[in-house]
């Protein structure tokens, strides 16, 4: 729930950005944030690139449930258009075709953290198992997503991974 004053500063804006005696349409664009999924992933390729590195490959499929929510949401604007004497239209179909979405690239999951070993690729020091010395951050750790884009996690882990780091010096 937003105060008052926010909200009708998001109404003002709104009706300020449509031109009620214009046919015009304006395009909307959503992002929403993915749930981390194991199928999710980051790969590493046997083709290198041209440092010698291997390529990478991301496997990153939007899910029926999220494309779900994008819809809701969808519903419930268009409820509050209709209320500012706007109209929103949508193809239904389409939002829910995930081949009409790119990611935000805020990728999570795909190297991820997890108290149970079974799914994680790292220990609690942020070091990939099984090979010492090297530490992994980013918003590839997280087991799950939060409600804001990770910038405030991950600086967050920044200063952890520092910490760790120098104990082990």
């Known amino acids: 729930c937003w105060p008052q004053s926010q909200k009708n500063s998001i109404h003002r ?81 389409a939002v829910l075709n995930s081949n009409n979405y790119t990611d935000a690239s805020h990728l999570m999951g795909g190297t991820r953290y997890s108290a149970d070993k079974d799914k994680s690729v790292l220990n609690r020091d942020l070091s990939l198992i099984g090979i010492p010395n090297l530490h992994l951050l980013g918003s590839s750790v997280f087991p799950t ?8 996690l991950i600086l967050c882990l920044s200063l952890y991974l520092a910490k760790v780091l120098k104990t082990n010096i």
């Open 13 to 93: 804006k709104i009706i300020d950005g449509f031109n009620k005696s214009s046919a015009s349409p304006y395009n909307l664009m959503i992002y929403c944030e993915q749930r981390p999924r194991a199928e999710n992933r980051i790969e590493l390729l046997r083709e290198k690139g041209r440092y010698g590195l291997p390529r990478v490959k991301i496997v990153n499929h939007i899910h029926a449930e999220e494309l779900e929510e994008v819809l809701r949401f969808l519903q419930h604007f268009k409820e509050k258009c209709r209320a500012w004497n706007y109209n929103l239209h949508y193809d239904p179909q």
């Open 145 to 152: 997503g939060g409600v804001e884009n990770p910038t405030h």
